[in-house]
């Protein structure tokens, strides 16, 4: 599925400039618009400023004189966050990103958006889309998809406490929606207890404000799953893509696609090796066609009867 894209305007099927540009990779919606407002965007030749402008398609768009390029494939990625880096592209204070601990993936390769956030004190499974509207799409809290954590916590809570989050609560004049926390059987230290939160959007350090508004303080808080995709046995900092089969039984998208990231250059065969390939290969056809053998062969080449099969 190349270019995932929904259309701004159902009717015409048209997209904004800027939504175009931004889901090229090229860079951010804000960012696009900025561009064309400065007069550096171009369709078929003709300068265009005004962001409102919309398109079938990328193609005749040009930024800087460039031509834009086709949207990248939808590609979506599980990625273990440690602790101690933000989830932003960059930051005005030098502090250590997401971006600067993925791997790198060599030239060619779209750019990765982040979906969703987690705090820099927070780690565990985010993650990534080369696609605007996937991100936008798992994002919002429309979409009911699930966020699993593991919180430890020092304090005591009683369970009806914990049952009272299942029906939503306001705290400092912010309602939070419907919230299902349960006690892990894990050995516990001390007043250190282990739960399992379970909720369905994410609003700025949530889980902190709940387990305030519980008594409780968070000392360490791991995200385990987003939407049925799990951390699984990812090693810190490790990115994996999941497979198209996984993000089509999910959320309907990504079956017709196949990876656009460079493709790993094949092993290097020693001298000898192919034309001893090539004349086993050869043999090999020979022996399929009939090549070689005896006029007099005792092989029984009649086919049996159809009702023997």
């Known amino acids: 599925m190349t270019g995932l894209v929904e259309s701004d ?7 904004r400039l800027a939504k175009i540009i931004a889901h090229s990779g090229l860079c951010s919606r804000r960012d696009a618009e900025k561009m064309i407002l400065e007069g550096r965007v171009s369709v078929h030749g003709t300068v265009v400023t005004d962001p409102a402008t919309s398109l079938a398609d990328w193609q005749g768009v040009a930024v800087d004189g460039t031509p834009l390029s086709a949207p990248p494939d939808v590609q979506l990625y599980r990625f273990y966050k440690p602790l101690g880096a933000l989830v932003t592209d ?14 790198k993936m060599g030239p060619g390769a779209p750019r990765l958006l982040a979906v969703g956030r987690l705090d820099i004190n927070s780690e565990g499974l985010l993650l990534f889309t080369t696609s605007p509207f996937l991100k936008r799409k798992l994002e919002l809290p429309d979409s009911g998809l699930a966020r699993i954590y593991r919180v430890r916590a020092h304090g005591i809570v009683t369970d009806r406490q914990l049952a009272a989050l299942e029906d939503g609560v306001t705290i400092e004049g912010v309602t939070y929606g419907p919230v299902t926390v349960e006690r892990e059987t894990q050995k ?5 207890r282990w739960y399992r939160f379970t909720l369905t959007e994410g609003k700025n350090r ?4 709940l387990a305030q508004h519980l008594g409780l303080q968070v000392n360490r808080l791991i995200r385990v799953s987003y939407g049925g995709l799990t951390l699984g046995s990812l090693a810190r900092m490790e990115l994996k893509e999941v497979s198209r089969a996984r993000m089509f039984e999910l959320f309907g998208v990504g079956t017709e696609r196949k990876s656009t990231w460079p493709k790993a250059k094949p092993k290097a065969t020693k001298p ?6 090539e004349k086993k290969r050869a043999a090999k056809d020979g022996r399929r066609m009939g090549v070689g053998r005896a006029p007099n062969s005792t092989r029984n080449t009649r086919r049996p009867p159809r009702g023997d099969r």
């Open 90 to 103: 960059r930051d005005p204070e030098g502090r250590k990103t997401v971006y600067d601990l993925l791997p």
């Open 9 to 15: 305007d159902s009717k015409t099927g048209l997209n």
């Open 206 to 209: 949530e889980i902190r404000k």
């Open 188 to 192: 516990e230290s001390g007043l250190n």
């Open 272 to 277: 000898g090796h192919r034309k001893a390939a």
